[in-house]
């Protein structure tokens, strides 16, 4: 049994989409998360700052005991995976390669479309996460940055936000595509709202599930699982105001966030 909590990360409060289904699936667990609110977004920035950023968060997480990180980021984990893992000696995970895989045994017409921020569609991270996997798959990318401006609001429905929906998937419909890969962990909040716009034809895979079955195997593997009947510990920081962490966490936990703490990563 290993009481270490694992570290969960993320430019903002986004990740806790991907929290919200590690703790389905591995209740025991203690949590530290992190939200680096004060530099949201990160999807606009310059893969080298986001990798800056996110070295010093795991840094932080690993000065907590941590053992595991997740990276809950589809741009971080873009711009920092190989190099966290080169300097952390905990298991490390990021969000993309499980929503690859994942998207990779979905398509039977071998073409993928993908909506992200403008950095993690820039890096082309997915395209090659699938194509490592099956060279013969399509993938067709569209940053979609306006989808992270509601869900951050907490704008879940309406006109206005389905008509932005529609815009930024039809380019990818005009492509045929059969799989429909959330690479924002955002956009489970929405993810009903974007299979409205969707055919029956297509399937949406969001990547903070595929991560989350990711963590528990991992956890497996390494017999590292928490199995303590107590009840489990869950710690946030934010770089940024408490208080407006406390109310729109709820939201995307879909519970009360009890313990939350300011931090400067930079001091």
Not at 128 to 148: E, Q
Not at 240 to 264: M, P, Q
Request: proline content about 4%.
């Amino acid at each position: 049994m290993d009481l270490r909590p694992i570290g969960v990360f993320d430019s903002g409060l986004g990740g806790i989409t991907v929290l919200k289904e590690i703790i389905n699936l591995v209740p025991n667990e203690n949590i530290i998360y992190f939200g680096d609110t004060a530099r949201f977004p990160y999807g606009p920035r310059e893969l080298s700052q986001v990798k800056n950023f996110a070295l010093k968060i795991a840094r932080f997480l690993v000065s907590k005991n941590v053992k595991m990180i997740v990276i809950a980021c589809n741009t971080s984990t873009a711009a920092a995976l190989s190099d966290i893992k080169q300097e952390i000696k905990v298991p490390v995970i990021g969000v993309i390669e499980p929503g690859a895989r994942a998207a990779v045994n979905a398509t039977e017409s071998k073409r993928v479309g993908v909506i992200a921020t403008k950095g993690t569609v820039e890096s082309m991270a997915y395209d090659n996460a699938i194509k490592k996997i099956d060279k013969s798959i399509d993938v067709f990318s569209n940053p979609a940055p306006l989808l992270v401006d509601y869900v951050e609001k907490g704008i879940f429905e309406g006109r206005s936000l389905e008509k932005t929906i529609c815009e930024y998937l039809n380019p990818l419909f005009t492509k045929s595509i059969d799989v429909l890969l959330l690479g924002c962990t955002h956009f489970p909040l929405i993810e009903n709202n974007i299979k409205n716009c969707c055919s029956a034809q297509v399937k949406v895979i969001s990547s903070a599930v595929e991560t989350a079955k990711d963590v528990e195997k991992t956890l497996k593997d390494k017999d590292i699982l928490n199995n303590s009947d107590n009840e489990s510990d869950r710690k946030f920081y934010t770089t940024a105001d408490e208080n407006t962490f406390f109310k729109s966490g709820k939201i995307f936990l879909g519970e009360k966030i009890k313990d939350v703490s300011h931090i400067d990563i930079d001091m």
